[in-house]
């Protein structure tokens, strides 16, 4: 670590500013000034990038404009969101994302937490395992979408070919509708799994061994030690594990387009899919900007939740 | 809270499990815990070993029915088509991996020089309304990226941005500032600011301050920070495949997309691009694994 104040001066120039500067005024001023000069950049590109997109989307979202048709907007009042709210479409996409976003992250919640809790009874090779599991999880969605859709293709995917060999049956996974739901739960919760077990895996590590020791003093039961010590100081961290996940999967888009396409039919369009297809497949840019806000507003109260729970937990 | 992934990656002692006097069985379950990490462990590694042998596969080996998983022919076949043309140029994969370096590299420096100052202003001065501000940065985060695209295309084709490296370059450092002003926010509370106090006591204004004693102690963090930056960047899909287009301007996961396409795929090229396009990947998230919660949270959970 570096000297924070050095006894000699080593460049001659430094000399002159030995003598402070007036303190007070001017310098709470210049400080002032500083954070102004620090900040604002880094806002005015938020600005640009996320606020002002997001404030034409809200425009946009009350007019029939269409990005290919061009022409002038017309405002049209709340046309689009009444449309989407009572479009029956939409409802079974909402259905499918919520199926999605419950089993994937459910199936990752549980499998991951098992995996952590595995890991840290082990004494040895801790850092290895944990190195090893926590690959899918820095893979682009592109090489899991594209490789699992090889794998699990129905002719030559290596799944069915290990099935197979089981003497079990081939299965259309990717082409039959409730199966293709199914495995684009399996192929996220292969991904992110790791992400729940680190997040897990350092909870597990923060408990306490007196607590432990306690309790095996008392004579208490693995499985009482597990609920009563393990799983109540951890869980308020797993939350905020499983509470991010579940804003990634709600707003999931990537996988869905390489895994599947949405198909087969609608039956793995997720909202955000959905979206797509309405913006760039069908160019309505207004229904597709309401449509956008309201999934928006979504996140924006699911964040808002996960923002305060993480700060309640910062504060304890 | 006191969390830290050294602990949890460290190989150190583990807290004791066993209690002094073992039960029966004792053995036998920590036998049973260790076939079934092992067969965790498998399961979560097989497609990334699969896509290896695939990736160096002879074609006829990659479609075999059963599937070959030890006796197959070694090529390197695969890995030279990601870069030589079959009429001996460059091809349109490999400028997309070029084109993926310069936009992840540039997007990154971009939200390291924007971010890490702001962070630094965030932590030491009293801003008002700093929380709701600090939620508001990270909230613009969250935004779907498939909602925030619409807009973004509208505006680009007004500005002439549309598949144009600049339009790839502003959107992917926009999507990072927020993350890097929080994690970085996280290092710079860990450097006292009494150093800062004290260099001014010395004479030194508050940005020679900031210059001299505090950046120096946080470069670890800084190249921690823009290495997930990079990581972001690089494996973004969304942006680069709504906002360009032509071959030259690609980045390499709409390109790696594109294989597919046709009727055919050649699955083998998919995977020796898709190995090309990981293994830096891999390599960096192993540089920074200590920091590796901070970074997958967008640096809202650390220690």
């Known amino acids: 670590m570096k000297d924070p104040a050095p006894l000699t001066t080593d460049h001659p120039g430094q000399v002159v500013s030995v003598t402070p500067p007036a303190p007070g005024r001017s310098r709470r001023l210049s400080d002032r000034w500083l954070a102004v000069t620090f900040i604002s950049p880094a806002m005015l590109l938020l600005l640009a990038m996320s606020v002002f997109p997001l404030l034409w989307s809200l425009y946009l979202s009350f007019t029939d404009y269409s990005a290919t048709r061009g022409g002038p907007a017309h405002f049209i009042g709340f046309g689009n969101y009444t449309a989407i709210l009572t479009s029956a479409q939409v409802h079974t996409r909402a259905l499918t994302t919520l199926l999605y976003v419950v089993g994937a992250v459910g199936l990752q919640t549980v499998l991951g937490f098992g995996i952590a809790y595995l890991i840290s009874r082990r004494t040895h090779g801790r850092g290895v395992l944990t190195t090893l599991f926590l690959v899918p999880m820095m893979l682009s969605p592109v090489v899991v979408g594209l490789f699992w859709r090889f794998m699990l293709d129905a002719q030559f995917g290596v799944v069915n070919s290990m099935l197979g060999s089981v003497g079990l049956g081939q299965v259309e996974w990717l082409t039959r509708q409730r199966t293709a739901l199914i495995s684009l739960i399996v192929v996220d919760t292969w991904q992110w799994t790791p992400f729940i077990m680190l997040i897990a895996l350092a909870g597990l590590s923060a408990v306490p061994k007196y607590l432990y020791e306690a309790a095996s003093i008392d004579r208490a039961s693995e499985w009482f030690r597990f609920r009563t010590i393990t799983l109540p100081l951890v869980w308020p961290l797993l939350l905020i594990a499983v509470m991010f996940r579940a804003i990634e999967a709600f707003r999931l888009f990537d996988l869905v387009y390489i895994l599947t396409n949405g198909g087969p039919g609608v039956s793995t369009e997720t909202l955000s899919f959905h979206i797509y297809k309405v913006a760039f497949l069908g160019f309505n840019t207004g229904t597709a900007s309401a449509y956008g806000i309201l999934m928006v507003l979504v996140v924006i109260v699911l964040t808002q939740l996960y923002l305060r729970y993480l700060n309640k937990l910062k504060e304890d | ?303």
């Open chain 2, 1 to 303: 809270m006191a969390v830290s992934v050294d602990e949890a990656v460290s190989t150190g002692p583990a807290r004791d499990h066993a209690p002094p006097a073992r039960r029966l069985g004792g053995r036998g379950r920590s036998v049973l815990e260790v076939v079934l990490l092992t067969v965790l462990a498998v399961l979560m590694l097989f497609p990334v070993l699969w896509m290896l042998e695939t990736s160096i596969k002879e074609n006829r080996d990659v479609y075999a029915i059963p599937a070959k998983f030890f006796d197959f022919d070694v090529t390197m076949a695969h890995f030279k088509d990601v870069f030589v043309a079959p009429d001996g140029g460059r091809t349109a994969l490999s400028v997309s991996f070029f084109n993926s370096v310069v936009v992840a590299g540039v997007s990154t420096l971009l939200a390291t020089v924007l971010g890490v100052p702001a962070a630094w202003a965030y932590s030491r001065f009293a801003v008002r309304a700093k929380k709701d501000q600090l939620f508001f940065i990270l909230s613009t985060r969250f935004m779907p990226p498939v909602v925030v695209v619409i807009p973004i295309f509208l505006m680009y084709r007004e500005f002439g941005l549309i598949d144009n490296k600049l339009g790839l370059i502003l959107i992917y450092a926009a999507f990072n500032v927020p993350f890097t002003i929080w994690m970085m926010k996280g290092f710079v509370d860990e450097v006292p600011a009494e150093y800062e106090d004290a260099a001014m006591l010395d004479g030194y204004t508050r940005l020679q301050a900031f210059w001299r004693y505090t950046l120096p102690l946080l470069v670890p963090g800084i190249a921690a920070t823009a290495v997930f930056a990079l990581i972001f960047s690089w494996n973004e899909f969304v942006f680069a495949t709504f906002l360009t287009s032509s071959d030259s301007v690609r980045t390499a996961p709409p390109a790696i997309a594109g294989l597919i396409g046709g009727t055919t795929t050649d699955w083998g090229l998919v995977a020796a691009s898709s190995v090309v396009f990981a293994l830096p990947v891999l390599v960096f998230a192993y540089l920074v694994r200590k920091h590796l919660i901070a970074g997958v949270t967008l640096g809202a959970v650390r220690r």
